[in-house]
Nanobody, 125 residues
Framework: QVQLVESGGGLVQPGGSLRLSCVSS????????MGWFRQIPGKEREFVGGIRWRSGNRLHADSVKGRFSISRDDAKNTMYLQMNRLKPEDTAVYYCAAKSRPSSALSVLAEYEYWGQGTQVTVSS
């Protein structure tokens, strides 16, 4: 059974940093891509960033470009989200997701087959 487990969320002051991790297990195939999404109550889940597993090519949402960075460690089946210069508007539940089917779309939520349970990130003074 495929599992995605996020960790690293918490409370941080504006301007601070956090690093989220997402470990995948229970699969014998390689991912086409993994991604991070976030959601606040009453709003749709939005794309934060994604990474092609084999090539390492990455895409970040405009709202986080230059502040957040996705990376992956193939040997550990782990994806990371380094978040710097955090703002109060970054407060959300952050979800990792994975997809096995090749496609051109990294930012489309519906393309992802597997999801983690989410980790809360709160940016507040």
């Amino acid at each position: 059974q495929v599992q995605l487990v996020e960790s690293g969320g918490g409370l941080v002051q504006p301007g601070g940093s956090l690093r989220l991790s997402c470990v995948s297990s229970g699969h014998t195939f390689s991912w086409d891509a993994m991604g991070w999404f976030r959601q606040i109550p009453g709003k749709e889940r939005e794309f934060v960033g994604g990474i092609r597993w084999r090539s390492g090519n990455r895409l970040h949402a405009d709202s986080v470009k230059g502040r957040f960075s996705i990376s992956r460690d193939d040997a550990k089946n782990t994806m990371y989200l380094q978040m710097n210069r955090l703002k109060p508007e970054d407060t959300a539940v952050y979800y990792c997701a994975a997809k096995s089917r090749p496609s051109s779309a990294l930012s489309v939520l519906a393309e992802y087959e597997y999801w983690g349970q989410g980790t809360q990130v709160t940016v507040s003074s």
